[in-house]
């Protein structure tokens, strides 16, 4: 029976493997946590991995109430009571680093620090925002298979992954997927940077150069950060620089 944790009436699924300092990881919208399949295969051997399906994707039920970051911060914060852990890093992946931002203004008192990974505080470029915004149009029923193929394909190394995301991806709910596109359109937390005294690992790609200036703005922002370029790389850090990425949170973590 797949671990499930029943939140007002939504079960949504999770995963714990490993043993030792938690580390909780936020896909963004529709790719799963599947994405996070190096990140724990590599870490859980030194930490406790925890990942989890947001409502309304992969594994976990259609919500009626509309997915927004405070929501999914609130389903952390239950799904981390529930596995009687009192503290966690808070690892978020694109979109899911905003959710992380979030989690962290919320609920402090339940986390270690945050690795934020091709994230950002807001959206301000037009580039991103259109992205974004073909993402959520694209998240009908009618379309959502098209959007799951470029989505997966996009962050997927090889084949076998590619499937797998894909695969996961396409059991999610477009409406839920469609909501958590559309709070990531207006969403901005710049202004509270401030108040986040947590140590945070900043990870961006050198060729993702969209996302220099989010990068940028959070490294001068967050009172306690390390910032690490991975110089030749893009956004897709997860899966196409599993390993890089997994040595800096080993370290980052290892030297707290």
Request: charged content about 20%; overall charge positive.
């Amino acid at each position: 029976m797949m671990p499930m944790l029943n939140v007002d009436g939504v079960s949504i699924y999770y995963r714990v493997i490993g043993e030792g300092v938690p580390i909780i990881f936020i896909h963004p919208p529709l790719i799963t946590s599947t994405i996070f399949t190096y990140q724990v295969a590599e870490l859980s051997k030194h930490f406790k991995m925890i990942t989890f399906d947001i409502r309304g994707h992969g594994k976990s039920h259609y919500s009626n109430q509309a997915v927004t970051y405070p929501l999914i911060a609130d389903d952390i914060h239950q799904l981390l009571d529930h596995l009687e852990i009192k503290q966690s890093y808070i690892c978020g992946y694109s979109t899911g680093g905003s959710v992380a931002l979030e989690f962290l203004l919320r609920y402090p008192q339940q986390a270690f620090g945050g690795m934020i990974i091709s994230g950002m505080s807001e959206i301000t470029d037009w580039y991103q925002k259109c992205r974004i915004f073909i993402g959520k149009t694209l998240s009908k029923p009618s379309t959502l298979q098209l959007l799951s193929f470029a989505i997966s394909f996009g962050n997927a190394n090889k084949k076998e992954v590619y499937q797998q995301l894909h695969n996961e991806a396409l059991k999610g709910y477009s409406k839920n997927i469609e909501q958590y596109y559309q709070y990531s359109l207006d969403y901005n937390c710049t202004d509270q940077l401030h108040k986040i005294h947590h140590p945070i690992l900043l990870i961006y790609g050198g060729k993702d150069k969209a996302f220099h200036r989010y990068a940028r703005l959070l490294h001068e922002k967050l009172p306690r950060n390390e910032f690490k370029m991975l110089e030749n790389e893009k956004h897709q850090i997860p899966t196409k620089a599993s390993v890089e990425l997994n040595k800096v949170i080993l370290q980052f973590i290892k030297n707290r």
